[in-house]
């Protein structure tokens, strides 16, 4: 090999060198994983599970605990939104006890022993537990609100589960199309949402609300609401022919009173449980305030 032609050689072996050193590094994208049926507790011999959604290449992504909705009686775990996974969040969606087998508060003993577990379990599964958000859609958005600002309340901590030691606070809440006051929704109701919301709530609490007044307070978010409340996101159509308007500026309220910080995104036009809420600027809204509460992926 002539002299020239060996610097030839040499000047593009180290050209190939500096072009690979400069590249972008490149990893294997780890998949998203679901573990579904995890029991997180045997109430009265019966077991009853969540679903856990492990985002794609996200090492230890923040917790979301969804609860669905289905007027406190129906609905499953099936039912998430899943762009919270897509956007990097983990997300466990739970069964809990409907107001069919337990009048309240059985259903929120329940989701809190779900939030014990996924705590006791982070280091199996990766995911953060400093910062755990709770979101929740229509009676799942009332659920998630009263579970959020009931951090520590006895009368509601129940004893289900097998890791009692474990705390079941939230940091954050997100309520779409939620209840936040059982002593006004009915009076507040249209005719379409006193014929789903009577029956719902008679069947929740075992009597009307106003037969039952305490428990219809212990049941209201509004009534839990004080100085430790984790920051809230409430979400509502204006055109909302089921659960009451009213209901998300009670909230509002409430908060303001208390000096926490709440954020109101009313959708313009939008009924119930309508797709506008989870796609384009609302999903963005949500997001953002999820990272500004719990965190980043």
């Given at each position: 090999?002539?002299?020239?032609?060996?610097?030839?050689?040499?000047?593009?072996?180290?050209?190939?060198?500096?072009?690979?050193?400069?590249?972008?590094?490149?990893?294997?994208?780890?998949?998203?994983?679901?573990?579904t049926d995890l029991v997180y507790a045997t109430v009265a011999g019966k077991p009853f599970g969540l679903d856990l959604h492990l985002p794609a290449d996200v090492a230890h992504p923040p917790l979301l605990v969804f609860v669905h909705g289905g007027a406190w009686t129906t609905g499953s775990k099936t039912q998430y939104p899943t762009f919270l996974m897509q956007r990097g969040f983990a997300v466990a969606s739970l069964d809990f006890r409907s107001s069919n087998e337990a009048p309240f508060p059985a259903d929120v003993f329940d989701i809190k022993a779900g939030i014990r577990y996924l705590?006791?379990?982070?280091?199996?599964?990766?995911?953060?537990?400093?910062?755990?958000?709770?979101?929740?859609a229509s009676s799942g958005g009332h659920l998630a609100a009263l579970v959020g600002v009931t951090n520590g309340v006895a009368a509601l901590e129940g004893t289900e589960?097998?890791?009692?030691?474990?705390?079941?606070?939230?940091?954050?809440?997100?309520?779409?199309?939620g209840a936040s006051d059982l002593t006004t929704i009915l009076a507040q109701s249209t005719p379409v949402g006193l014929a789903v919301r009577e029956p719902a709530l008679k069947r929740l609490l075992g009597a009307?609300?106003?037969?039952?007044?305490?428990?219809?307070?212990?049941?209201?978010?509004?009534?839990?609401?004080?100085?430790?409340?984790?920051?809230?996101?409430?979400?509502?159509?204006?055109?909302?022919?089921?659960?009451?308007?009213?209901?998300?500026?009670?909230?509002?309220?409430a908060y303001e009173q208390a000096g926490k910080h709440v954020q109101v995104l009313i959708l313009h036009g939008v009924d119930h449980d309508a797709v506008p809420f989870f796609r384009d600027a609302p999903v963005d809204r949500?997001?953002?305030?999820?990272?500004?509460t719990i965190g980043q992926p």
């Open positions: 090999m002539g002299t020239t032609m060996a610097v030839s050689v040499r000047i593009a072996l180290v050209s190939c060198a500096l072009a690979l050193a400069s590249a972008p590094a490149t990893s294997a994208v780890a998949p998203a994983r679901d573990f705590r006791a379990k982070a280091q199996v599964y990766g995911y953060r537990t400093d910062r755990i958000g709770i979101v929740g589960g097998d890791y009692r030691n474990e705390s079941s606070s939230i940091q954050a809440i997100v309520s779409y199309f009307a609300p106003d037969q039952v007044p305490e428990l219809a307070k212990l049941a209201s978010p509004i009534f839990h609401v004080d100085g430790n409340a984790p920051p809230i996101m409430l979400l509502h159509g204006d055109q909302d022919t089921q659960m009451p308007l009213n209901q998300v500026y009670e909230m509002q309220w949500v997001v953002q305030f999820l990272h500004d």
